[in-house]
């Protein structure tokens, strides 16, 4: 498979899987069942202060995609170089590992208030982030698979 290949498969899979994530999210919001949507968490980047304006949450859902692409690009090298067997497990993994990194790191490390912590957040933000990593991880296998034997 040439290297243009895989870049165009990670980033696909990384815009579907984020889109689907943010969606995900924005149900579980809708619901009362989180604090804050992904979008939210970017545009606390973009406009800390006016988080709930529209053209913020917009910013902050396309750092999301863009972040979504730059990480399942990264996914789809891992995926190829560890090899595809298992790659719903590595691909959970991977989600859980960024909503370590995303949901508690950084916000910790950049926002002094937490007011958007609680477990119920936490929980959604975890599963919406190891959907992604399965859904990533689907996309890129079976599109892999279709390019490298395009018969199949």
């Known amino acids: 498979?040439?290297?243009s290949?895989?870049?165009l498969i990670g980033t696909a899979a990384g815009i579907i899987a984020a889109a689907l994530k943010i969606a995900l999210n924005w149900i579980f919001f809708f619901f009362d069942m989180t604090l804050v949507t992904e979008a939210h968490l970017g545009a606390m980047?973009?406009?800390p202060d006016n988080v709930e304006i529209p053209a913020a949450l917009f910013m902050g859902a396309v750092i999301h995609l863009l972040l979504g692409t730059v990480f399942d690009v990264l996914l789809m090298f891992f995926l190829h170089a560890?090899?595809?067997d298992?790659?719903?497990l590595k691909g959970g993994i991977y989600g859980a590992l960024l909503w370590l990194v995303f949901f508690l790191l950084i916000p910790?490390?950049?926002f002094s208030e937490q007011?958007?912590?609680n477990v119920i957040t936490a929980a959604v933000h975890l599963i919406t982030n190891v959907v992604f990593g399965f859904a990533a991880s689907f996309?890129?296998?079976k599109h892999s698979e279709r390019v490298e034997n395009p018969t199949a």
Request: no cysteine; charged share 15%; proline share 0%.
């Open 45 to 47: 980047l973009v406009s």
């Open 86 to 88: 298992y790659y719903w």
């Open 108 to 110: 910790s490390l950049l």
């Open 5 to 7: 290949d895989r870049y």
């Open 1 to 3: 498979m040439a290297m």
């Open 115 to 117: 007011t958007f912590r």
């Open 139 to 141: 996309l890129i296998v």
């Open 82 to 84: 560890s090899g595809k």
